[in-house]
């Protein structure tokens, strides 16, 4: 079984700024689109970005300009920056292996003032 372990949230002020990261156990982890998921309480979740083995990106509009999302298939992470946070955005968000029903423990984003 794959292991996901998701870092880096916290609780940030609006407009504020969080690097999230994702390490994951997949050896051959470059051969896969990765995602970003989040889900909120009360809410569905939802694929919030992705990106291609060859490195092309998707972005979920609410989100476009404000969260770019990474990878480092040397070291088999992927990440998620995050700026100008808002309110909707507190959430607790995972990672994901595209294809694959593995998913960690995720990291939680707090926006508050």
């Known amino acids: 079984q794959v292991q996901l372990v998701e870092s880096g949230g916290g609780l940030v002020q609006p407009g504020g700024s969080l690097r999230l990261s994702c390490a994951a156990s997949?050896?051959?982890?470059?051969?896969?689109?990765m995602n970003w998921y989040r889900q909120a309480p009360g809410k569905q979740r939802e694929l919030v970005a992705s990106?291609?083995?060859?490195?092309?990106?998707y972005y979920l509009p609410s989100v476009l300009g404000r969260f770019t999302i990474s990878r480092d298939n040397a070291k088999n992470m992927v990440f998620l920056q995050i700026d100008s946070l808002k309110f909707e955005d507190s959430a607790v968000y995972y990672c994901?292996?595209?294809?694959?029903?593995?998913w960690g423990q995720g990291t939680q984003v707090t926006v508050s003032s």
């Open positions: 990106i291609s083995s060859g490195g092309s990106t």
């Open positions: 994901k292996i595209d294809g694959r029903n593995y």
């Open positions: 997949e050896s051959s982890l470059s051969m896969y689109t």
